[in-house]
């Protein structure tokens, strides 16, 4: 495969993982489908430092339109282009990084909930991890299945940044090899 064509593929392949990594970030902003969460300010602490929007969404959006463009015939499909290519997907491996340690923090540390009549986040300190039994998730009794709510979706983001991360990794590789050699771009009848 050329790196042209392969750079094209890493770029379409980035549009879908940002827009999931923007949503599922959206809405862990409203825990328990309910806007009074948010409004009050009784959220999960890694909700609002947006991985998902900021470093999965946007810091991979603007390389993958870079990258994409890379690749489509007499756009940008030169040494240069792809040499700019590695810095853009420097950039999505950055995003991509604090999207993926965000939601690791927000599966470790657990949903911020109201427990025993006060609000907190219950499974911060523990030493057992509360992923692995789900009895103690009873222990949050409002907002309604956070964690169900937040355990899914930190494990989207967690999974989407991971992939983001490999692609852009390949594309950091795949530029390198179109700056030395070239892009293989066919050059049709003489």
């Known amino acids: 495969m050329c790196t042209g064509k392969c750079a094209f593929c890493v770029g379409t392949s980035l549009y879908p993982f940002a827009v999931i990594s923007i949503i599922c970030n959206i809405i862990l902003f409203f825990p328990g489908w309910d806007v009074k969460y948010a409004q009050n300010g009784q959220i999960t602490e890694e909700v609002k430092f947006m991985g998902g929007l900021i470093g999965g969404g946007i810091l991979v959006l603007i390389p993958a339109f870079h990258i994409h463009l890379t690749g489509k015939q007499g756009c940008c499909a030169n040494r240069c282009g792809m040499f700019l290519s590695i810095l853009f997907a420097a950039v999505g491996v950055v995003g991509a990084l604090y999207s993926f340690i965000v939601a690791l923090m927000g599966l470790i540390n657990?949903?911020?909930c109201k427990s025993n009549l006060i609000w907190g986040t219950p499974f911060k300190n523990l030493t057992e991890s509360y992923l692995k039994d789900r009895n103690t998730w009873e222990t949050c009794t409002e907002p309604n299945n956070v964690v169900e709510f937040n355990v899914g979706l930190f494990s989207t983001l967690l999974v989407t940044s991971a992939l983001?991360?490999?692609?852009?990794?390949?594309?950091?590789?795949?530029?390198?090899?179109?700056?030395?050699?070239?892009?293989?771009?066919?050059?049709?009848?003489?």
């Open 110 to 112: 657990g949903p911020y």
């Open 164 to 190: 983001q991360l490999i692609l852009c990794a390949t594309q950091m590789i795949n530029g390198l090899f179109g700056c030395l050699c070239g892009t293989c771009k066919e050059k049709g009848p003489l």
